[in-house]
């Protein structure tokens, strides 16, 4: 009680005064039509404005969780396309027969991007997704426009993965339109829209605006993911008997927000014969 007779005695002149001006500006829209009309506009607008802030604020987090759910049902809906499985019939005595034998071989699990480097001559992501969700190491990451990287390591509830702008980064890849396999690299770490294609012989012959996907030679990820296109072509770089062909890459991975991990179902068998552990 003190402190608040002490606060008055200090301050009483100023709070008397806003008491008094309250009491006026309430007499003055009280009694004068244009004046509370000017005021009630005011408070109109002012009111507008911060439910207008309000609901920016409430969309966006409403729209964050939404596309949180869209990436988990589109994860699913990859599952259940044809290079997701494996086909145990090569020819088949009839499509149907061909479509009724296959093995789930590629799952999918939606992550949100939580941090990213583009503009290191080594870069790498962080996933929102980890041991508790299925993922480990040497897992692909891709997304809508194309490919992302290579997860490097889990903890329970994040995944470091390691950039297709990498130097260490190689992709097993493949013209669409010739079905030639080729290695992705990213020579020039100053340009992180574009990779090089390596290992095209010269008897092949690209063209501009030809298709690089992914060639499924690799655990990492399935056949026909898009990559990017052919930018262009040096058919005789240091007389070399490949190609020189620099691809430009159709996802922006400074922009990148969701990706779908890929869970091979078979890679450990497919690891066990490349890497000689096979059974003598």
């Not at 008397?16 to 000017?38: D, H, S």
């Not at 439910?51 to 939404?66: C, D, E, I």
């Not at 041991?131 to 329970?156: A, C, E, F, P, W």
């Amino acid at each position: 009680m003190n402190k608040i007779i002490s606060i008055f005695t200090r301050s009483g002149g100023f709070l008397v005064f806003l008491i008094l001006e309250a009491i006026c500006i309430g007499l003055v829209v009280t009694y004068n039509a244009e004046q509370k009309e000017i005021y009630n506009n005011s408070v109109n607008i002012l009111s507008d404005g911060l439910t207008s802030n309000f609901g920016q604020v409430t969309q966006y987090y409403n729209l964050s969780s939404v596309n949180d759910s869209l990436a988990g049902v589109i994860a699913e809906l990859r599952a259940e396309q044809d290079n997701a499985r494996f086909y145990n019939l090569v020819r088949g005595d009839s499509i149907k027969e061909e479509m009724e034998n296959f093995e789930q071989q590629y799952t999918y699990i939606a992550a949100k991007v939580t941090s990213n480097t583009i503009t290191l001559p080594n870069n790498f992501l962080t996933l929102n997704r980890g041991l508790n969700h299925g993922v480990n190491t040497r897992m692909g990451v891709y997304d809508d426009k194309g490919i992302i990287g290579i997860v490097v390591g889990s903890n329970n509830r994040y995944s470091r993965v390691m950039s297709i702008l990498h130097r260490d980064s190689k992709i097993s890849a493949e013209i669409k339109r010739l079905k030639a396999p080729g290695s992705l690299v990213w020579e020039n770490t100053a340009n992180p829209t574009q990779m090089e294609l390596k290992y095209i012989p010269k008897h092949i012959e690209p063209v501009v605006g030809d298709t690089i996907q992914t060639n499924g030679y690799s655990t990492h990820f399935p056949q026909g993911i898009m990559i990017g296109t052919i930018k262009s072509i040096e058919k005789n770089k240091d007389g070399s008997n490949f190609h020189g062909i620099t691809v430009k890459l159709g996802n922006d991975l400074s922009t990148v927000q969701y990706g779908y991990i890929v869970n091979n179902l078979f890679k450990n068998e497919q690891l066990e014969i490349e890497e000689g552990e096979e059974d003598e």
